[in-house]
């Protein structure tokens, strides 16, 4: 199988990203993670670019040119798909252009509701009856591309905020892979 040349995104703790990279070990799973990028250096998931060796590039979203560097690597790497993993930052509409339709975002709740951050407080606050996670393209608008795949469960009575993050966690585990698989097999068929 070819594999699509895959950059990843990411800010924090970078769990998603470590899936990704089980997940992308197999020679049947359609990407291989060829770059891995956070806005934030001290990003606990850069660990995991150095343990798997794979190169990474870290940057200041408060400098003008950043966006530059982002770009030079994509091209360097011959990026043809990104993964935003936990990303809190915005993708620059130039960016979002160059890579129409091949960057993909997972969010801790079921869009359109709860766009944005906060999603676990906002939903135990609204009394929802279920959360989850979706997997969905980047657009111009903030979580609002086209859904990929969603998951959900039941809140309970007891469920905080951590709990909540947890369970959800668990699902996304489940959905990035499957929609990594789902986009790529819809790609071959067409
Ligand atoms: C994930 O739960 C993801 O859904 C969320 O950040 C977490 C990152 O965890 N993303 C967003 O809230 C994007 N708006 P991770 O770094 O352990 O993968």
Known sequence: ?????TCVFISGQGSNLKNLIYHSRDNNFPIKICLIASNNKNAYGIKYAQKYKIPYITFNTQ?????????LNLRKHKISF??????MRIISPNLIMKYKNRIINIHPSLL??????NTFSRMLKNKEKR??????????????GNSIV??????????????????????????????????????TNS
């Open 82 to 87: 990104i993964c935003l993993a936990g990303y």
């Open 112 to 117: 359109p509701k709860f766009k944005g951050l």
């Open 131 to 144: 959360a989850g996670c979706t997997v969905h393209y980047v657009n111009k608008k903030l979580d609002s």
């Open 1 to 5: 199988m070819v594999k699509n040349r």
């Open 63 to 71: 400098l003008k040119n950043y966006n530059n560097k982002i770009l």
């Open 150 to 187: 969603q998951k959900s469960f039941f809140i309970k009575e007891n469920d905080k905020v951590s709990n909540l993050k947890e369970k959800t966690q668990r699902l996304e585990y489940k959905a990035f892979p499957e929609a990594i698989i789902k986009i790529f097999r819809n790609k």
